[in-house]
Protein backbone atom coordinates (compact mmCIF):
# COMPACT_ATOMS: atom_id res chain seq x y z
CA UNK A 1 0.00 0.00 0.00
CA UNK A 2 2.80 2.67 0.70
CA UNK A 3 3.81 2.44 -3.39
CA UNK A 4 -0.28 1.84 -4.63
CA UNK A 5 -1.65 4.97 -2.39
CA UNK A 6 0.70 7.26 -3.74
CA UNK A 7 0.93 6.13 -7.14
CA UNK A 8 -3.27 6.39 -7.34
CA UNK A 9 -2.60 10.13 -6.10
CA UNK A 10 -0.45 10.61 -8.69
CA UNK A 11 -2.39 9.04 -11.59
CA UNK A 12 -5.63 11.94 -10.09
CA UNK A 13 -3.74 14.89 -9.89
CA UNK A 14 -3.64 15.59 -13.34
CA UNK A 15 -7.67 15.01 -13.28
CA UNK A 16 -8.19 16.99 -10.40
CA UNK A 17 -6.00 19.79 -11.82
CA UNK A 18 -8.37 19.83 -15.00
CA UNK A 19 -11.61 20.51 -13.10
CA UNK A 20 -11.73 24.76 -13.71
CA UNK A 21 -14.84 26.19 -13.17
CA UNK A 22 -14.23 28.45 -16.21
CA UNK A 23 -14.52 25.70 -18.27
CA UNK A 24 -16.67 22.81 -19.50
CA UNK A 25 -16.31 19.70 -17.13
CA UNK A 26 -17.36 16.55 -18.36
CA UNK A 27 -19.50 14.49 -15.07
CA UNK A 28 -17.05 11.17 -15.77
CA UNK A 29 -14.04 12.97 -14.49
CA UNK A 30 -15.66 14.47 -11.32
CA UNK A 31 -17.07 10.89 -10.89
CA UNK A 32 -13.91 8.82 -11.42
CA UNK A 33 -11.97 12.04 -9.04
CA UNK A 34 -14.32 11.08 -5.82
CA UNK A 35 -13.27 7.49 -7.12
CA UNK A 36 -9.90 7.82 -6.63
CA UNK A 37 -10.25 8.99 -3.36
CA UNK A 38 -12.20 6.27 -2.32
CA UNK A 39 -9.80 3.83 -3.22
CA UNK A 40 -7.18 5.87 -1.78
CA UNK A 41 -9.31 5.72 1.74
CA UNK A 42 -10.09 1.88 1.04
CA UNK A 43 -5.75 1.48 0.82
CA UNK A 44 -5.53 3.50 3.87
CA UNK A 45 -8.38 2.06 5.85
CA UNK A 46 -6.84 -1.46 4.84
CA UNK A 47 -3.81 -0.62 6.48
CA UNK A 48 -4.99 0.84 9.45
CA UNK A 49 -7.07 -1.75 10.46
CA UNK A 50 -4.33 -4.01 10.36
CA UNK A 51 -2.31 -1.89 12.37
CA UNK A 52 -5.15 -1.93 14.75
CA UNK A 53 -4.89 -5.81 14.98
CA UNK A 54 -1.70 -5.80 15.66
CA UNK A 55 -2.33 -3.57 18.97
CA UNK A 56 -4.60 -6.09 20.08
CA UNK A 57 -3.46 -9.63 19.19
CA UNK A 58 0.46 -8.37 20.57
CA UNK A 59 3.30 -10.59 21.32
CA UNK A 60 2.39 -10.50 25.38
CA UNK A 61 6.09 -11.32 25.70
CA UNK A 62 7.25 -7.93 24.22
CA UNK A 63 6.55 -4.93 26.69
CA UNK A 64 5.35 -1.34 25.43
CA UNK A 65 6.88 1.41 26.18
CA UNK A 66 7.22 5.20 25.83
CA UNK A 67 7.52 4.73 21.82
CA UNK A 68 4.97 2.84 21.60
CA UNK A 69 2.42 4.69 22.79
CA UNK A 70 3.37 7.56 20.92
CA UNK A 71 3.27 5.10 17.98
CA UNK A 72 -0.58 4.28 18.96
CA UNK A 73 -1.26 7.82 19.67
CA UNK A 74 -0.07 9.05 15.64
CA UNK A 75 -2.31 5.49 14.97
CA UNK A 76 -5.07 7.29 16.62
CA UNK A 77 -5.15 10.64 14.60
CA UNK A 78 -4.22 9.26 11.42
CA UNK A 79 -7.75 6.91 12.07
CA UNK A 80 -9.61 9.86 12.99
CA UNK A 81 -7.96 11.77 9.75
CA UNK A 82 -9.11 8.78 7.98
CA UNK A 83 -12.83 8.66 8.95
CA UNK A 84 -13.28 12.48 8.21
CA UNK A 85 -12.03 11.99 4.71
CA UNK A 86 -14.45 8.82 4.07
CA UNK A 87 -17.53 11.44 5.70
CA UNK A 88 -16.52 13.90 3.08
CA UNK A 89 -16.31 11.70 0.12
CA UNK A 90 -19.66 9.95 1.20
CA UNK A 91 -21.25 13.48 1.69
CA UNK A 92 -19.92 14.44 -1.86
CA UNK A 93 -21.74 11.39 -3.63
CA UNK A 94 -21.18 10.28 -7.36
CA UNK A 95 -22.59 12.54 -10.09
CA UNK A 96 -25.47 11.10 -12.09
CA UNK A 97 -24.29 11.44 -16.61
CA UNK A 98 -26.06 13.71 -18.34
CA UNK A 99 -25.66 17.19 -19.92
CA UNK A 100 -25.33 18.27 -23.25
CA UNK A 101 -24.59 15.29 -25.50
CA UNK A 102 -20.93 16.93 -26.32
CA UNK A 103 -20.26 16.52 -22.49
CA UNK A 104 -21.18 13.29 -22.41
CA UNK A 105 -17.78 11.55 -23.63
CA UNK A 106 -15.85 9.85 -21.03
CA UNK A 107 -12.40 10.67 -20.84
CA UNK A 108 -10.07 8.48 -19.34
CA UNK A 109 -6.87 9.34 -17.35
CA UNK A 110 -4.59 8.82 -20.49
CA UNK A 111 -6.50 11.65 -22.05
CA UNK A 112 -6.97 13.77 -19.31
CA UNK A 113 -2.81 13.82 -18.93
CA UNK A 114 -2.56 15.05 -22.51
CA UNK A 115 -5.31 17.65 -22.24
CA UNK A 116 -3.21 18.28 -18.76
CA UNK A 117 0.25 18.70 -20.70
CA UNK A 118 -1.50 20.61 -23.48
CA UNK A 119 -2.97 22.82 -21.28
CA UNK A 120 0.21 23.74 -19.15
CA UNK A 121 2.95 23.36 -22.30
CA UNK A 122 1.11 26.13 -23.75
CA UNK A 123 2.18 28.31 -20.75
CA UNK A 124 5.56 27.46 -20.12
CA UNK A 125 7.71 29.04 -23.20
CA UNK A 126 10.24 26.58 -24.51
CA UNK A 127 10.05 24.28 -21.66
CA UNK A 128 6.02 23.88 -22.66
CA UNK A 129 7.18 23.59 -26.68
CA UNK A 130 9.25 20.61 -25.45
CA UNK A 131 6.44 18.87 -23.43
CA UNK A 132 4.21 19.62 -26.62
CA UNK A 133 6.08 17.51 -28.81
CA UNK A 134 7.12 14.90 -26.52
CA UNK A 135 2.84 14.84 -26.04
CA UNK A 136 2.67 14.65 -29.57
CA UNK A 137 5.11 11.45 -30.13
CA UNK A 138 3.12 9.65 -27.21
CA UNK A 139 -0.16 10.64 -28.74
CA UNK A 140 0.89 9.36 -32.14
CA UNK A 141 3.01 6.07 -31.25
CA UNK A 142 2.66 4.88 -27.46
CA UNK A 143 -1.09 5.98 -26.39
CA UNK A 144 -2.84 4.18 -28.81
CA UNK A 145 -0.91 0.77 -28.33
CA UNK A 146 -1.43 1.16 -24.20
CA UNK A 147 -5.36 1.32 -25.13
CA UNK A 148 -5.36 -1.57 -27.21
CA UNK A 149 -3.33 -3.63 -25.15
CA UNK A 150 -3.71 -2.16 -21.47
CA UNK A 151 -3.40 -5.44 -19.64
CA UNK A 152 -0.22 -6.14 -20.52
CA UNK A 153 0.80 -2.63 -20.40
CA UNK A 154 -0.36 -2.89 -16.44
CA UNK A 155 1.93 -6.05 -16.17
CA UNK A 156 4.97 -4.83 -17.68
CA UNK A 157 4.87 -1.66 -15.51
CA UNK A 158 4.37 -3.91 -12.59
CA UNK A 159 7.33 -6.37 -13.46
CA UNK A 160 9.49 -3.18 -13.97
CA UNK A 161 7.94 -1.99 -10.31
CA UNK A 162 8.55 -5.64 -8.66
CA UNK A 163 11.97 -6.23 -10.32
CA UNK A 164 13.23 -3.25 -8.78
CA UNK A 165 11.45 -3.03 -5.39
CA UNK A 166 12.29 -6.65 -4.77
CA UNK A 167 15.65 -6.85 -6.02
CA UNK A 168 16.36 -3.62 -3.65
CA UNK A 169 14.55 -5.61 -0.82
CA UNK A 170 16.86 -9.14 -1.94
CA UNK A 171 20.26 -7.10 -1.57
CA UNK A 172 18.93 -5.26 1.67
CA UNK A 173 18.02 -8.09 3.72
CA UNK A 174 20.58 -10.38 2.43
CA UNK A 175 18.00 -13.00 0.73
CA UNK A 176 19.34 -15.47 -0.95
CA UNK A 177 18.72 -15.86 -5.13
CA UNK A 178 15.48 -18.10 -5.13
CA UNK A 179 13.74 -15.38 -2.17
CA UNK A 180 14.39 -12.92 -3.83
CA UNK A 181 12.81 -13.93 -7.08
CA UNK A 182 9.42 -15.21 -5.13
CA UNK A 183 9.60 -11.35 -3.85
CA UNK A 184 10.07 -9.91 -6.93
CA UNK A 185 7.03 -12.39 -8.40
CA UNK A 186 4.66 -11.37 -5.37
CA UNK A 187 5.04 -7.71 -5.91
CA UNK A 188 4.61 -8.16 -9.19
CA UNK A 189 1.73 -10.00 -9.00
CA UNK A 190 -0.08 -8.21 -6.60
CA UNK A 191 0.55 -4.56 -7.59
CA UNK A 192 -1.10 -5.77 -11.24
CA UNK A 193 -3.72 -7.04 -9.64
CA UNK A 194 -4.31 -3.51 -7.42
CA UNK A 195 -3.40 -1.54 -10.49
CA UNK A 196 -6.02 -3.59 -12.81
CA UNK A 197 -8.97 -3.59 -10.49
CA UNK A 198 -8.04 0.16 -9.34
CA UNK A 199 -7.83 0.99 -13.10
CA UNK A 200 -11.22 -0.37 -14.19
CA UNK A 201 -12.45 1.19 -11.21
CA UNK A 202 -10.75 4.70 -12.00
CA UNK A 203 -11.21 4.28 -15.78
CA UNK A 204 -7.41 4.99 -16.19
CA UNK A 205 -7.45 3.40 -19.53
CA UNK A 206 -10.30 2.64 -21.42
CA UNK A 207 -9.41 -0.15 -23.49
CA UNK A 208 -10.61 0.17 -27.64
CA UNK A 209 -11.00 -3.71 -27.49
CA UNK A 210 -12.91 -4.55 -24.36
CA UNK A 211 -13.40 -7.84 -23.72
CA UNK A 212 -16.28 -10.10 -23.29
CA UNK A 213 -17.54 -13.83 -22.30
CA UNK A 214 -14.94 -16.62 -20.95
CA UNK A 215 -11.76 -14.53 -21.91
CA UNK A 216 -13.07 -11.65 -19.91
CA UNK A 217 -13.85 -13.73 -17.13
CA UNK A 218 -9.67 -15.41 -17.22
CA UNK A 219 -9.12 -11.28 -16.85
CA UNK A 220 -11.06 -11.21 -13.99
CA UNK A 221 -10.17 -14.56 -12.06
CA UNK A 222 -6.62 -13.75 -12.33
CA UNK A 223 -7.12 -10.05 -11.30
CA UNK A 224 -9.16 -11.40 -8.12
CA UNK A 225 -6.01 -13.86 -7.73
CA UNK A 226 -3.38 -11.86 -7.69
CA UNK A 227 -4.70 -9.65 -4.68
CA UNK A 228 -6.55 -12.54 -3.05
CA UNK A 229 -3.38 -14.92 -2.60
CA UNK A 230 -2.32 -12.58 -0.01
CA UNK A 231 -4.83 -13.35 2.52
CA UNK A 232 -3.24 -16.97 2.81
CA UNK A 233 -0.05 -15.54 2.11
CA UNK A 234 -0.70 -13.76 5.46
CA UNK A 235 -2.00 -16.48 7.44
CA UNK A 236 0.45 -19.18 6.41
CA UNK A 237 1.40 -20.19 10.08
CA UNK A 238 -1.85 -21.25 10.47
CA UNK A 239 -2.25 -23.35 6.59
CA UNK A 240 1.42 -24.86 6.81
CA UNK A 241 -0.86 -27.96 7.57
CA UNK A 242 -2.26 -27.86 3.78
CA UNK A 243 1.20 -28.99 2.76
CA UNK A 244 2.07 -31.21 5.67
CA UNK A 245 4.16 -28.80 7.24
CA UNK A 246 3.79 -26.86 10.57
CA UNK A 247 5.86 -23.35 10.90
CA UNK A 248 8.86 -24.49 12.46
CA UNK A 249 9.65 -26.96 9.74
CA UNK A 250 8.24 -24.59 6.65
CA UNK A 251 10.95 -23.62 3.93
CA UNK A 252 10.60 -21.96 1.09
CA UNK A 253 9.20 -25.06 -0.82
CA UNK A 254 6.49 -25.41 1.42
CA UNK A 255 5.94 -21.76 0.52
CA UNK A 256 5.58 -22.05 -3.46
CA UNK A 257 3.68 -25.19 -2.39
CA UNK A 258 0.85 -23.17 -0.45
CA UNK A 259 0.77 -20.20 -2.27
CA UNK A 260 0.74 -22.61 -5.57
CA UNK A 261 -2.76 -23.97 -3.93
CA UNK A 262 -4.30 -21.05 -3.14
CA UNK A 263 -3.58 -19.72 -6.48
CA UNK A 264 -5.52 -22.89 -7.83
CA UNK A 265 -8.41 -22.31 -5.63
CA UNK A 266 -9.23 -18.76 -5.54
CA UNK A 267 -8.77 -18.94 -9.69
CA UNK A 268 -11.44 -21.44 -9.58
CA UNK A 269 -13.67 -20.51 -7.27
CA UNK A 270 -13.74 -16.70 -9.13
CA UNK A 271 -13.98 -18.33 -12.64
CA UNK A 272 -16.37 -20.63 -11.45
CA UNK A 273 -18.76 -18.01 -9.84
CA UNK A 274 -18.61 -15.61 -12.85
CA UNK A 275 -19.32 -17.94 -14.98
CA UNK A 276 -22.46 -19.31 -13.11
CA UNK A 277 -23.49 -15.70 -12.97
CA UNK A 278 -23.54 -15.35 -16.36
CA UNK A 279 -21.21 -12.03 -15.77
CA UNK A 280 -19.55 -10.11 -18.44
CA UNK A 281 -21.52 -12.25 -21.28
CA UNK A 282 -21.02 -11.75 -25.17
CA UNK A 283 -23.30 -8.48 -25.95
CA UNK A 284 -26.17 -9.88 -28.09
CA UNK A 285 -25.84 -8.19 -31.68
CA UNK A 286 -28.02 -4.84 -32.59
Known amino acids: MMFFVPLIAVLCAPRVLLCRRAEPLPSARIRDVLRGSRVILAGITLTLAAEWISVFVRDISVQWNGATRLQIGMLVVMSGLDLGGILAVRRAGLPRPGGEPSLRIDPDWLGDLLG ?10 TAGRVALWVEGLADRHLLARIR ?91 LWWLVGSDSSAAGLSQLVALLAISVLVIFATAYAAETALHLHSEPRPA
Open 116 to 125: FVDTWGRRLG
Open 148 to 238: RHPLWTALAVCAVFGAGVGVNQGQREGYGGPVTVLAVLLLTVGMFGLLVAAGDYLGIVRSSSPWHGPARRVVDAAVITSVGMFVPFALRNG
